[in-house]
Nanobody, 124 residues
């Protein structure tokens, strides 16, 4: 079983940047495909981005495409979500999730493990 911990959230002004980290313990992160999701108050958890085990395939939600970049360093058991040009509508709790043996999709039910989340707040 793998444990996931997100970090890097905080308060930033619109147009600013943050870099979120998802760090794994318990098992090697490199055997998992990883997804990022976010949940704003009163809304359902939504897909943000996903990356394959090797890092050679990434996918993004249309709402973040061109602004967010996902990468991973399996040697450090870490996945990074670089968020640029942040908007107030990006405000949410951000979660990373791991899926084993299957492609990282856009549905929360597909994922096997979740972190506890990190708060991102973008002020206007």
């Amino acid at each position: 079983q793998v444990q996931l911990v997100e970090s890097g959230g905080g308060l930033v002004q619109a147009g600013g940047s943050l870099r979120l980290s998802c760090t794994a313990s318990g098992r090697a992160l490199g055997i998992y495909n990883i997804g990022w999701f976010r949940q704003a108050p009163g809304k359902e958890r939504e897909f943000v981005a996903a990356i394959s085990r090797s890092g050679d395939e990434t996918r993004y939600a249309d709402s973040v495409k061109g602004r967010f970049t996902l990468s991973r360093d399996n040697a450090k058991n870490t996945v990074l979500l670089q968020m640029n040009s942040l908007k107030p509508e990006d405000t949410a709790i951000y979660y990373c999730a791991a899926i084993f043996g299957r492609r990282a999709g856009e549905r929360t039910l597909e994922y096997d493990y979740w972190g506890q989340g990190t708060q991102v707040t973008v002020s206007s």
